[in-house]
């Protein structure tokens, strides 16, 4: 079991912005490939971000979150972020951080070993 633990979601302005945060003691996020990957009300999951373990911490976006989302990686805390800013109402949904970076395999979670993922609410 992974033990992937997802938290800074919340309720928030359009416009406004909110740092995810994705941690566990059970593995080295270094040396894996991480992706956050997002559960939208009455779709299916949405892939939305994944940071290499190649060393030079490659990354890659979905369209519809580049220039907005940043994926990032702390080694020392063994945490993996998403910065969200400026947040529109269809960002709203259930945010997951999740091992690899496949799109069509991520979409097919959630996966037992996944967390439980955090609410990411964007209303007034």
């Known amino acids: 079991e992974m033990h992937l633990v997802e938290s800074g979601g919340g309720l928030v302005q359009p416009g406004g912005s909110l740092r995810l945060s994705c941690a566990t003691s059970?593995?080295?996020?270094?040396?894996?490939?991480m992706s956050w990957v997002r559960q939208v009300p009455g779709k299916g999951l949405e892939w939305l971000s994944t940071l290499t373990d190649d060393g030079e911490d490659s990354t890659t976006y979905a369209d519809s979150v580049k220039g907005r989302f940043t994926i990032s990686r702390d080694n020392t805390r063994n945490t993996l972020y998403l910065q969200m800013n400026s947040l529109r109402p269809d960002d709203t949904g259930v945010y997951y951080c999740a091992p690899g970076g496949n799109p069509a395999i991520l979409t097919n979670g959630p996966y037992d070993y996944w967390g439980q993922g955090t609410q990411v609410t964007v209303s007034t």
């Open positions: 059970r593995f080295t996020f270094s040396s894996f490939i």
